[in-house]
């Protein structure tokens, strides 16, 4: 039976293969063998791609399995420029979050809707951010934005409140990090699924990395440092 699936990353294996890191819809994150893929005469050769939806079949046993077919039922959503870069940066936060042959159909839905924002020329903040919020509720990551962690009186628009790892937001008037403060009105704004605003847009990208951070250790992620070396590059 075919399932739906990306392809989050490749590398050589052995002589003519691949070993194959996959995102499917049913069965969550793995790796498979592509047996000969490298051949010059591979007929998966410009299959393997990232960023295309692909339906696949694998068979084994043990943790290692055998990618046995694979059809592209769509065409390669393609992303260049700085798109390439959000691209990949999603495909690092799956590889690293995601726990390996866990299903996670509703994170998946939402990256094959990203990655379609974003190869249709949509502003890539919003997607990007919707993402990560949907990402960390499906972890069990989630943070309460309508009450207070410390006494659960409801947040006030016009407060200040500073985020606390694994605790939520307490209020407060400064914070040793000032990245920590968020504007209650912003909060409220989060808990309704609203990032309709360039500061809105800005406050959810710093609570994202916030929250994410602990749990992506001390990863230096790779898609940050080609963006980063690129936009140098550019002046």
């Known amino acids: 039976m075919l399932t739906p699936a990306f392809v989050i990353h490749s590398r050589p294996y052995r002589e003519t293969s691949q070993l194959v890191e996959v995102f499917t819809q049913d ?4 790796t498979l063998v592509a047996r000969g893929s490298r051949g010059p005469r591979s007929p998966l050769k410009g299959l393997l791609q990232p960023f295309t939806l692909l339906t696949i079949a694998w068979r084994g046993k043990g943790d290692l399995k055998n ?14 420029g700085d798109r390439l870069f959000y691209g990949l940066y999603l495909n690092e936060l799956v590889y690293y979050l995601l726990e390996a042959h866990t299903p996670f159909p509703e994170v998946f839905d939402a990256y094959a809707r990203t990655i379609m924002a974003l190869a249709d020329g949509e502003t890539p903040e919003l997607p990007l951010r919707r993402f990560e919020f949907l990402l960390l509720q499906a972890l069990g990551y989630a943070v309460d934005f309508e009450y207070a962690a410390d006494d659960e009186s409801p947040i006030q628009p016009e407060l200040l409140y500073g985020f606390e790892r694994e605790l939520g937001f307490v209020a407060c008037e400064r914070a040793p990090d000032p990245r920590t403060l968020f504007l209650g009105a912003h909060l409220l704004a989060f808990a309704e699924g609203h990032f309709d605003s360039p ?14 951070q602990p749990y992506l250790g001390r990863r230096q992620l790779k898609s940050r440092e080609l963006f980063l070396k690129r936009r140098n590059s550019l002046g």
Do not use: N, Y
């Not at 046995?68 to 390669?76: A, K, M, R, W």
């Not at 500061?199 to 994410?212: D, E, G, I, N, Y």
């Open 67 to 80: 990618l046995t077919q694979v059809e592209c039922p769509d065409h390669s959503l393609r992303l260049g």
């Open 199 to 212: 500061p809105l847009l800005q406050a959810a990208k710093r609570f994202s990395r916030l929250a994410l």
């Open 27 to 30: 069965s969550g994150r793995f």
